[in-house]
């Protein structure tokens, strides 16, 4: 990775920032006529890559750094470079990885932008399809290069006297970093479930809808109609997949075990219950329509949920039991109910958020809190529309400061770490490069470079 910049980004990801650039990139090539900087292995960078990338980095730093064409390019190849050789090593990528990594990256753009809806137009996408089809690509080019690194760096660690000589020699020359002020959170969630006769319900209206169109209704229209999928305004609930399309599991299980023209029974999602039939085969595709339906959540129920929680609250602040304890006993959400309720970073995938790079609607519950403070019970609503009510406990809180090696030694001990993994990818990358095909553009030949990625021209 770039040292000078990554010292002055401080918690920007860089990896994250490609991540994000590439969305926008890879997108916009169809617009214009695009030349190729540099081809590493079977990879390649176009020149259009460097100043969508440059300025995604920009925007992420907030304009505090800004880095020339022939350093984007270096880190461009790293990235390249990497992936090559996660394929030559064999790394395997599951589908459920990147299906996990999707999910994930939209609910983030989701967040970021307010909607789906606003992230794909954001970003140049025709649908939401096609954005979920684009960050499957990227992010299974991400997890390649973040295995291989893995890989090269599995054997590597520090001891607290490497760690010492390491803050100490930031000290000597006056580059101790600044810590941002930062929190940890906990919650505790209580879902709002629909009851098993609204569940039934929408079972039977699936079922009747589906004997319906098999007397001769037409799908399309039953879907516009019926379907609570927003993209059935687009194309009538029809995709286009195949078993390496980033769909729920339901879905791709049950159109690949459909015939041509069958409609299948009513089959449960994260998102509710769907009912599919399969239109056309061609070769590994499918195409496909479904109509999804959502059982709802009564008024009755959501206010019975509100209680239940606040309940709970009230208990944690008599002293009745701690805050881990009822997320044990009591939280519904899967990912934070086994680790005491932590909320992880979506950002940096770590336990800390910085206090001015939280989401905004985050810091509004939490800004005012001081440690160990509950903020006030609230409603929320996942993107597969489940209704739940939240609380969360202001864990710890950190006022920003300059790095000190016993309040900050975990945060050192993790500087130090990547600087001796940085060191060994460097090694590992100057042996690659003299076994790898390269070719730069004649524009970029002039690049002065930290490796020798001019190696062709000797």
């Given at each position: 990775m770039m040292q000078l910049k990554t010292r002055t980004l401080k918690n920007i990801s860089i990896a994250f920032t490609l991540f994000l650039a590439s969305l926008t990139t890879l997108n916009a090539q169809g617009t214009k006529i695009d030349g190729v900087a540099v081809v590493v292995g079977k990879n390649i960078v176009l020149d259009s890559d460097i100043d969508k990338f440059k300025q995604e980095v920009e925007l992420r730093s907030e304009g505090k750094v800004k880095i020339s064409d022939c350093e984007m390019l270096e880190e461009l190849m790293q990235q390249k470079l990497l992936a090559h050789h996660a394929v030559i090593d064999s790394v395997t990528v599951s589908q459920s990885e990147i299906d996990n990594k999707v999910d994930r990256s939209?609910?983030?753009?989701?967040q970021e932008y307010g909607s789906e809806e606003k992230a794909v137009a954001a970003y140049g996408f025709n649908d939401v399809e096609d954005f979920k089809k684009e960050l499957g690509r990227v992010q299974k080019e991400n997890i390649l290069i973040q295995k291989e690194q893995q890989k090269i760096t599995e054997n590597i660690d520090v001891t607290p006297e490497e760690i010492r000589i390491y803050f100490k020699g930031l000290e000597d020359k006056g580059e101790l970093p600044e810590i941002p002020a930062e929190v940890q959170l906990q919650q505790l969630v209580i879902k709002a479930e629909p009851t098993e006769e609204e569940k039934e319900r929408v079972i039977n209206k699936l079922k009747e809808i589906k004997k319906e169109i098999e007397n001769g209704a037409s799908f399309k229209l039953k879907a516009i109609i019926n379907s609570e999928d927003p993209g059935v305004a687009q194309n009538g609930g029809k995709y286009v997949i195949t078993k390496d399309s980033p769909f729920i599991k339901e879905f791709k299980e049950t159109a690949f075990s459909l015939d041509v023209n069958q409609i299948s029974e009513p089959i449960k999602s994260a998102f509710g219950y769907h009912i599919l039939?399969?239109?056309?085969?061609?070769?590994?595709?499918?195409?496909?329509?479904?109509?999804?339906?959502?059982?709802?959540?009564?008024?009755?129920?959501?206010?019975?949920?509100k209680e239940q929680?606040?309940?709970?609250v009230a208990d944690i602040k008599e002293g009745?039991?701690?805050?881990?304890?009822?997320?044990?006993?009591?939280?519904?959400?899967?990912?934070?109910?086994n680790s005491a309720g932590i909320i992880m970073n979506p950002y940096t995938q770590e336990p800390t958020f910085e206090l001015t790079r939280m989401p905004p609607d985050l810091f509004a519950r939490i800004s005012e809190l001081k440690q160990g403070e509950l903020c006030d019970v609230y409603y929320d609503e996942t993107r597969e529309g489940e209704k739940m009510y939240k609380v969360i406990l202001l864990?710890?809180?950190?006022?920003?400061?300059?790095?000190d090696l016993v309040e900050d030694y975990v945060r050192m001990q993790q500087f130090a770490l990547a600087k001796k993994k940085e060191e060994e990818i460097t090694k590992w990358t100057k042996e690659k490069i003299q076994e790898t095909y390269l070719k730069l553009s004649n524009d970029y030949k002039k690049c002065t470079f930290k490796k020798d990625w001019?190696?062709?021209?000797k």
């Open positions: 939209v609910a983030f753009f989701t039939q399969l239109h056309k085969i061609k070769g590994n595709q499918r195409e496909v329509s479904h109509i999804l339906m959502q059982p709802e959540v009564s008024e009755e129920k959501l206010n019975e949920t929680i606040e309940k709970i009745k039991i701690t805050f881990e304890e009822a997320v044990k006993k009591y939280s519904e959400d899967e990912e934070t109910k864990k710890e809180k950190t006022d920003t400061h300059k790095a001019k190696k062709e021209n």
